[in-house]
């Protein structure tokens, strides 16, 4: 357990790095790129033996001979569905031992949320020249970019697979039925997508545990909302996605986390995505318990209207259910 929060601390670690170079240099791409390369191979599991190289264009930023490794894993740079370049990650040793080759399968997703987020750099300096759209490409790179890294959380929880996408589309419904805009609708179903992001640094074996939690495990997986805003805070997104899932464990009478925020303080995103998630939850199988059905969710909710959760977020909830006929997809009840 110990071992593996550590690789994934490791890998937070590289992403936020990433991001601050992105956020604050005043330099250019290519300085980016060079200073980008030198995190990544600290995220792997045998760093001492890895090699990262980034390609741009006829332009390489590398930590050492690629060519020297015994085993290399690549990841596309796109934008706009031409590729620009690759980011490559290679070890100089063998690692047979390893259960699913050289590489794990998180250190994958990893290279692959790397690669997308140096498309949006890519497509940002292609933009400066007037080649594209800038929102509009950048809106498609942040969707696919927020599609893979919610397929990292999702790895480290076989339970919840789907849980992520399930919680958007309760939350999408029930932000139509409150009437918000075509905009608002996308970003809130983007942050829900993604709201349990910061479970990449919570260890597989505590999030699948078929007993009961003990209190420090508990509180490990409550760090998980303080975890997926720090990935997320940096990135440039045209919604408040960081801001989303920072806040979708927060209550409306402070009773939440990680701030103990209150109702008035919370976005009204927010607010939606924390009745989407229990009700989902709760209709949800669990490694400790079977799905507890729609009707006790939706009891849940309405028990504490007002108190735990926002009333006009409960009230379009239960009509979304009730009167249009909406049903979670992991629930039979």
């Known amino acids: 357990m110990e071992l593996a929060l550590i690789e994934r601390m490791k890998e937070l670690h590289c992403l936020h790095q990433i991001e601050r170079i992105i956020s604050t240099s005043q330099g250019t791409i290519d300085e980016m790129l060079a200073a980008i390369v030198t995190t990544i191979p600290a995220a792997w599991l045998h760093p001492a033996s890895a090699i990262a190289r980034i390609r741009h264009g006829d332009r390489r930023y ?10 290399v894993q690549s990841s596309e740079i796109r934008v706009n569905d031409r590729v620009y370049g690759s980011v490559d990650v290679g070890y100089t040793d063998r690692f047979e031992e390893a ?22 750099l890519v497509a940002r300096e292609l933009a400066e020249a007037g080649w594209i759209d800038t929102l509009r490409e950048q809106e498609l790179l942040y969707r696919h970019l927020v599609s893979v890294l919610g397929a990292m959380a999702e790895m480290r929880d076989p339970y919840t697979a789907g849980h992520q996408k399930r919680v958007a589309n309760l939350a999408v419904a029930i932000g139509e039925e409150l009437g918000l805009a075509p905009k608002e609708l996308e970003g809130l179903r983007l942050a829900a997508s993604v709201h349990d992001i910061g479970k990449i640094m919570v260890p597989a074996e505590i999030l699948s545990k078929p007993t009961k939690l003990t209190c420090l495990e508990y509180d490990l997986i409550k760090e998980h909302a303080e975890a997926g805003f720090q990935i997320l805070k940096d990135v440039a997104f045209p919604w408040p996605i960081a801001r989303i899932v920072h806040e979708h464990h927060e209550r409306m009478d402070g009773s939440g986390y990680p701030n103990g925020l209150t109702g008035d303080q919370l976005l009204p995103e927010s607010l939606i995505v924390a009745v989407a998630d229990v009700v989902e939850s709760m209709c949800a199988h669990r490694p400790y318990r079977a799905g507890l059905g729609t009707e006790a969710a939706l009891r849940e909710i309405e028990k504490n209207r007002g108190v735990l959760y926002d009333s006009l977020v409960v009230d379009a909830c239960l009509r979304v259910f009730r009167e249009k006929g909406y049903r979670c997809a992991c629930s039979n009840a």
């Not at 590398?62 to 085993?71: A, H, P």
């Not at 259960?99 to 949006?120: H, M, Q, V, Y």
Request: glycine content about 10%; proline content about 3%.
């Open 62 to 71: 590398q930590t050492g001979d690629l060519e020297r490794c015994q085993s």
């Open 99 to 120: 259960s699913e080759g050289p590489f794990l399968a998180e250190e994958r997703l990893l290279l692959d949320t790397i690669a997308t987020r140096l498309g949006s």
